[in-house]
């Protein structure tokens, strides 16, 4: 079992940045990939980045986000992080921190995931 906790999320305004983290519990959750997704009201649940948790840290980006977002990791705090840098009013959506066996851009990958936090840009 592994539980997530994100926080971070708040308003801001176009072109600024937000930095985002998910906490990892749980007795097994060395074994998990870490990815963040999005979902803006109406929408589907779309992939954001993703982060080896152990053994590499390979990354993964959706082009939407490829060069202002980085994923980060800092394995001593269990904690995944979301560097968001020139953010858009485009970016605003709930943003979710999820756990899975493999690195993967899609939501079926993933056995786990956080509650989310609001990310709201401002034009």
């Known amino acids: 079992q592994v539980q997530l906790v994100e926080s971070g999320g708040g308003l801001v305004p176009a072109g600024g940045s937000l930095r985002l983290a998910c906490a990892a519990s749980?007795?097994?959750?060395?074994?998990?990939?870490m990815g963040w997704f999005r979902q803006a009201p109406g929408k589907q649940r779309d992939f954001v980045a993703a982060?080896?948790?152990?053994?590499?840290?390979?990354?993964y980006y959706a082009d939407s986000v490829k060069g202002r977002f980085t994923i980060s990791r800092d394995n001593a705090k269990n904690t995944v992080y979301l560097e968001m840098n020139s953010l858009k009013p485009e970016d605003t959506a709930t943003y979710y921190c999820?756990?899975?066996?493999?690195?993967?851009?899609?939501?079926?990958?993933?056995?786990?995931w956080g509650q989310g936090t609001q990310v709201t840009v401002s034009s």
């Open positions: 999820a756990a899975g066996r493999v690195v993967a851009g899609f939501t079926a990958a993933y056995d786990f």
């Open positions: 749980g007795r097994t959750f060395s074994s998990y990939s």
């Open positions: 982060i080896g948790w152990s053994g590499g840290g390979n990354t």
